[in-house]
């Protein structure tokens, strides 16, 4: 089985830093894309930004220039480092990941993490 787990969420004032991790466990043959979704209440879950397995990203335009997602490929971990965070970027942050497992027969599949809050006061 696979395991997404996510940390680093908070609550941070306007224009300050979180950083979030998000860690893989499991049964893991590999890991293709990795990214980061939010969504905030009342809207739906948007993509905050990926990163393929060999390392081109995707920001999503609202978030480019403030954030920064990076991986860890010996410890099957991604993260978002986020600075200069506005109001609107409060959120339950996922991370989404393109995992093949040791039994998968070679398909990979996408695994969520459970999310964590990130809450940016004005």
């Known amino acids: 089985q696979v395991q997404l787990v996510e940390s680093g969420g908070g609550l941070v004032q306007a224009g300050g830093s979180l950083r979030l991790s998000c860690a893989a466990s499991?049964?893991?043959?590999?890991?293709?894309?990795m990214g980061w979704y939010r969504q905030a209440p009342g809207k739906q879950r948007e993509l905050v930004v990926a990163i393929a397995g060999g390392g081109g990203t995707n920001y999503a335009d609202s978030v480019k220039g403030r954030f920064t997602i990076s991986r860890h490929n010996v410890k099957n971990t991604v993260y978002l480092q986020m600075n200069s965070l506005k109001p609107e970027d409060t959120a339950v942050y996922y991370c989404?990941?393109?995992?093949?497992?040791?039994?998968?027969?070679?398909?990979?599949?996408?695994?969520w993490g459970q999310g964590t809050q990130v809450t940016v006061s004005s």
């Open positions: 499991g049964t893991i043959f590999s890991i293709n894309a």
């Open positions: 989404k990941a393109r995992i093949t497992t040791a039994q998968g027969m070679g398909v990979p599949n996408d695994y």
